[in-house]
């Protein structure tokens, strides 16, 4: 069995890094439902105009009926069907642009859910690398002073370029 002070201490560095992923992960998670909440809250409302914009071309289509119909002019007539007809152009043309404009913050709300979730996956990676290399940092720094306390420890001249080697190498 290990030193109580060593297995204490990578227990330590363990739950330290598993609350902060686990933290960063949750905060995550809630800005990836907000985003999700955002985009259902902007397909409703985009529906609502729709259905409003449709609402409106029937109010404008019905008025026209009724000037033609007070000035004599049958509906069927080639002016008519023009005006009705530039009408529902407009409607078409502002139902696409709507729908574009949806389909590309959709898009972009994707895009960023997305993002989100590979972050969560690169804080799980990143957790467990920051955990190994805390637990073998110390035993780095151990093995470095082992390695120059061992070099420095001797006086003959073979140690003498030992420790300028170690020097040049930056140990």
Known sequence: MGDPFTIAAIATIGAGIAVKTYSANEANDAR???????????????KEKSLQRTTNLMKIISTQEAQAGARGVSVSSPSFQAIGEE???QWAQDERTDSMNQ???K????SEINGLKTANIANIFGAVTDFGGDIM????????????????D?????SKKKQQQATKIGL
């Open 154 to 158: 001797t006086d003959d001249e073979e």
């Open 107 to 110: 898009q972009g709300y994707d």
């Open 87 to 89: 009408s529902f152009n």
């Open 103 to 105: 389909e590309m913050a």
């Open 32 to 46: 990836i439902q907000a985003l999700k909440k955002r985009e259902e809250q902007e397909a409703i409302a985009g």
């Open 137 to 152: 940092t110390p035993f780095a720094t151990k093995s470095k002073q082992s390695l120059l306390g061992n070099l420095l």
